[in-house]
Structure formats: structure tokens, C-alpha cells
């Protein structure tokens, strides 16, 4: 694998303002310092955009992290801002995520995952005109979603995964089918990766840790999906970024095929914490780390406040990450406890909220 050192490189973050994003650059800063990145989000409402203002306020205080405010589906803004700023490396986050509002909010995915997923290919397709160095690495978030009802455990990124359960995981399986493309055509290395249930301090309000935290503290009652029969592989957002950092550093190998031509330097990874755990433990787990961290007293009647119910449309019943091929290539595997994650999380959630 070819090897890219990230010191005083031009870095593309889309989704800079998320979750992932904005851990991710704070974490380039930590860990490099001498780096150029350039964010772009949209600031869309699809969850408490003071969220997305605290964590963009955050990075913004970084001197050479410079914020672009718009649309990876407008191809304009995109084709500019490549123009602009020329990155080196380009890490593609930005997406409609969730499972559940995919039903009803079908628009969103299509726009911003296939849309905008196509203008950040086309504008890496671009960047070589004129025998310009261009983009280096093309790095993209897919999604564990693409495994579907995989009946094989663990998940593995040789498995076939043709069979979406919804049009989120329709979408990212269709981002590393575009990027295999591009990769082939245009010898553009890139490298997808599958996230596995990422969760943390200041993260999304519409999973459920987050969720059933806000619900628990308004005195509402929790659906615990499929009468808790679930298993989630949960990965602490430290480890994601961890692995995205040492991902954007090496680069699939541009080699040349028999027909003379490029072979695609293309790969697709899991990240995830390889230890799915139990829906009920997890419950239980949060419940201990809400009281230790005085989100909820200690006497809460949490027994009084959980739903059992069947499972809902689209959502799978596991999901377990084979880690191997991360841990082989990059000498990583993510290893926090969900413990010491959920600790993290609620400790913020009482300093954010209360
Ligand atoms: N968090 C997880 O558990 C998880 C799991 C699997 C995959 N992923 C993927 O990882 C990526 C980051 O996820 P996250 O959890 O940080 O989500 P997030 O919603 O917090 O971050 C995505 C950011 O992208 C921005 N955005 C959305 N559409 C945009 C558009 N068209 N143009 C510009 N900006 C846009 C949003 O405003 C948001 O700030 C996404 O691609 C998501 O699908 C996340």
C-alpha cells in the first residue's frame, strides 16, 4: 500500500459540522497539527443544529481549519470548492444518515448519498485535468447497513451484499459501487469504510443511547425494538476516528491488470468494535453510567419505563464486524469498552444538557 504522510497536506472533511466529522478533525489537529483542512456541511436541521454549531464552533477555532458552508448535491459549490482549496486528500462524510427516516424522508438519501456522493467523485475525476497531482486518497463512509439481514456472523467485507433492507443501505451500497467505478476509470484511489453503530460524547440525537437518554430524562417511556432480541457491535467514536486517520494514510495500490489497464485501487473496510452486544445489557449499562453521572437519580423506575416491541421496518436483528482485514492492514482494532464509552456520554450529556 502506498504511503501518504499527512503533515502539511490539504485535507477535504465533508460533514465537518457531524458527528464523525468534526471528532475527525479535531483529531487530524491532536495528532498531526501541521495540516490544512478545509470543511464543508450543510448545517442541515435533520437533528438539534446546536449540536452542529457547538461542534463546528469548536473547530472553527482552529486557525487553519477553514469552514465552507453548502451542499455536496449542488455540483457548482462542489466543483468550486475543489477549484479552490485543491485537496489532497478528501474524506466524504457528509450523507443522510438513519435507517427509520429513510422510510419517510426517501428524497434526503437520494439527494445528499447518491447526488452529492457523485459530485465529490466527479470533482476527484477532475482534479487530475491538465496533469495536476489532484486528490491522492478519496476516503468515504458506507455503512454496516449494507450487511442487510446477512445471515453470517461476523460480518465480513468479502460477503456478498446484494440484498439492502432499506434505502439508506441501499444508498452507501450503491457510494462503493460508484467508487469502484471511478476508481477503475479514473485510477482514483479510495477507500470505503463501513461504519459499525458509532456512538459518543455529542453524537447523533436519533440513535438509540441518545434517544432513549432524552426520553428517560422527560419521564417518557423507551421502545426496546424486537422485545430486546437485538444485537448491536457499538464503536466508541475515538476508535473510529483513530482508524480513519491511519485508513487516510495509505492508499490502495495502483497496479496494472493483464488487460493493460488499471486495476481499480479500490478497498472497502469495517470499523467496528468486533463484540456486539446485547440490546438489554447495553440498557442496563446506560442505566448504571445516567445514574453514576447524576443524569437520572439513583431510585429511577427504569423498569416502569420500557416498552417491549416488535421490530421495526428496515432495522436488522445483528450486527458484528469482522475486523480482520482493518487489523492486517493497519495494525487496528477498536477496542473501547461500552462501558467506558457510555460513561464519556453521559458525563457530556449532563455537562451539554443540564
Ligand atoms: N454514526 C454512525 O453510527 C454511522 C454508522 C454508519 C455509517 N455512518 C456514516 O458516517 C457518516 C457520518 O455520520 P455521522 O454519524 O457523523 O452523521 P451526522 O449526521 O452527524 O453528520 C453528517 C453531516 O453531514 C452534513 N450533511 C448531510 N447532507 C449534506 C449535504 N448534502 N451537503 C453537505 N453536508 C451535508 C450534515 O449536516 C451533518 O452535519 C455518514 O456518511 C453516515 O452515513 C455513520
Known sequence: MGYIDLKNRRILVTGAAGFIGANLVK???ADIGDVIVIGIDNMND???IRLKETRLEEISAISSFAFVKGNIADKAFVTETFEKYKPQIVVNLAAQAGVRYSITNPDAYIESNLIGFYNILEACRHSYDNGAAGVEHLVYASSSSVYGVNKKVPYSTDDKVDNPVSLYAATKKSDELLAHAYSKLYNIPSTGLRFFTVYGPA?????????????????????IFNYGNCKRDFTYIDDVTEGLLRVMRKTP??????????LPPYKVYNIGNSNPENLLDFIDILQQELIR???????YDFEAHKDLVPMQPGDVPVTYADTSALESDFGFKPCTSLRTGLRKFA?????FYM
Open 46 to 48: 435533520y437533528y438539534d
Open 27 to 29: 483529531h487530524l489537529y
Open 253 to 262: 495500490d495502483k497496479v496494472t491488470g493483464e488487460d493493460g489497464l488499471p
Open 203 to 223: 453524537g447523533r440525537p436519533d440513535m438509540a443511547y441518545f434517544g432513549f437518554t432524552d426520553k428517560l430524562c422527560k419521564g417518557e417511556n423507551i421502545q
Open 347 to 351: 458525563e457530556w450529556y449532563k455537562a
Open 293 to 299: 453521572a447524576g443524569v437520572l437519580p439513583g431510585d
